[in-house]
């Protein structure tokens, strides 16, 4: 894999979407709200459904990024990262707080595969790694490998990452990455 330069992160025109096609890789760098999205329940579709990230509180201290729930629309909203690859991919991610960690239906069918986070310290980061190799799916928590939630999820389908977030409450990222294999 080819090392992306802070360089390449200055770079206005190039989204880190683009990079990502272009190198197969994502440097642990700043957090990048363009990186992200949001979907919320929509009753009436029976979907998750696209909006804007104004439904969240998005705040910054330091190296750390504080996202609330302040969608009002459902009992949790995922915070999405849609840049999810077709093939063979590691994310890592340092964060505190939140409420499921995983992976969630691309077209916003209610199916999930994830990891509760509400057992864990809220005082500390801990660092999660999601992977897919072939067809199997895995989710480290500090470097050890938790059992998965299955929720109507279909391995077949397109999936994004995503960080639940209750109605009214935050978690924070720290940092992030995204590397492609294969």
């Known amino acids: ?14 989204t880190t979407a683009a ?3 272009w190198a197969g890789t994502s440097a642990s760098l700043a957090f990048d709200e363009s990186d992200w999205s949001l979907r919320c329940w929509d009753a009436q579709e029976k979907r998750w459904k696209e909006h804007g990230l104004e439904k969240v509180t998005v705040t910054r201290k330091g190296d750390v990024t504080r996202i609330t729930n302040t969608s009002g629309i459902h009992r949790h909203a995922h915070f999405v ?15 505190r707080g939140g409420y499921e960690l995983g992976f969630l ?4 069918k209610d199916e999930m595969l994830y990891v509760e986070l509400e057992e864990s310290d809220a005082n500390e980061f801990e660092t999660f790694r999601l992977s897919r190799t072939g067809t199997r799916i895995a989710i480290e928590r500090n470097g050890r490998v938790v059992p998965l939630v299955h929720f109507r999820f279909d391995y077949g389908e397109d999936i994004l990452i995503t960080l639940a977030i209750k109605d ?3 978690a924070e990222i720290r940092s992030y990455s995204l590397t492609e294999s294969g």
């Open 1 to 14: 894999m080819l090392p992306l330069s802070r360089s390449l992160f200055a770079l206005p025109a190039l």
């Open 19 to 21: 990079i990502l096609a």
């Open 81 to 95: 990262f849609p840049a999810t690859p077709d093939g063979d991919f590691t994310f890592n991610v340092e964060l």
């Open 105 to 108: 239906n691309r077209d916003g």
């Open 168 to 170: 009214g409450e935050s």
